[in-house]
């Protein structure tokens, strides 16, 4: 029986939802999105749960996009890759704009969709060790949902920075354009993240950290919507480019296109 690729537990009302499938580095697959969705919700209903943390198992927090996925999408319509881009964008919105505070435990790197999940969380803690950033421009595809997010969480320049260049960034770099909230050696992260979790849950008002949170979410709500359906669909249009099939070919053939 294979493993389940989303792990759920609940400990001094602190839920942990932990991406499973660390021989794929975590890949963001149809699959694990689903999971992921139904763990959201899950703790959402859960009244046992007041802080949720997000974390992966093994050496990568999140690698982006699935490697076998990504081959299916060459064949897709734009239909298809729009259902698929609204897949993704639903889940960035739910955490995004869940009601209970979320923790990033970021133990390894998260890159492209992966770095979109660090992003739409409330906080984040990483190892020195783990790099971030958005590729997607070195594979002729574009970085349009987290966009969205990323505008909102970092100001407007540093966001077209990573997302223009596709730069790896460090953790402590990370930290510089307040992508992530701090940096913590590997041995002592999952105790630090554990009691910074606990204070939320001791020191704070669940219904004011919810009040607070949906406040601040309600801002550009409208605005935000609008966007990300846009950029769903420029997700989807940038697929069938030329740019894009031809990086993705690199990529799975683990050469370096020539733009």
Known sequence: ??????????????????????????ALSPQLIKELGEAFS????????????????????CAGADLDYIQEMQNFTFEENLTDS?????????????????????????LAGGCGLVTVCDFAFAVPHALFGFTEVRIGFIPALVSVFLGEKINQGKASEL??????????????????SEVMEPESIAEKVDQFAQNLVKDNSGFSMMETKSM????????????LE?????NAKARSHEDCKKGIAAFLAKTKPEW
Not at 53 to 61: D, I, M, Q, S, Y
Not at 102 to 110: C, F, L, P, R, T
Not at 230 to 234: C, D, G, K, V
């Open 216 to 227: 601040l979410r309600s801002f550009s709500r409208k605005a935000r919507i609008d966007a």
């Open 86 to 110: 609204r897949r993704l964008k639903d889940l960035f919105l739910q955490i995004y704009e869940f009601p209970k505070v979320v923790i990033a435990q970021v133990e390894g790197h998260a």
């Open 42 to 61: 899950a703790m959402e209903k859960n009244q046992d749960v007041k802080v949720v943390v997000l974390k992966g198992e093994g050496k990568a927090f």
């Open 163 to 180: 997302l223009l260049s596709g730069e790896l960034i460090s953790a402590e770099k990370a930290k510089d354009f307040q992508l992530i």
């Open 1 to 26: 029986m294979e493993s389940p690729i989303v792990l759920t537990q609940v400990e001094n009302r602190v839920g942990f939802i932990i991406l499973n499938r660390p021989e794929k580095r975590n």
């Open 230 to 234: 846009t950029a769903a669909e420029l």
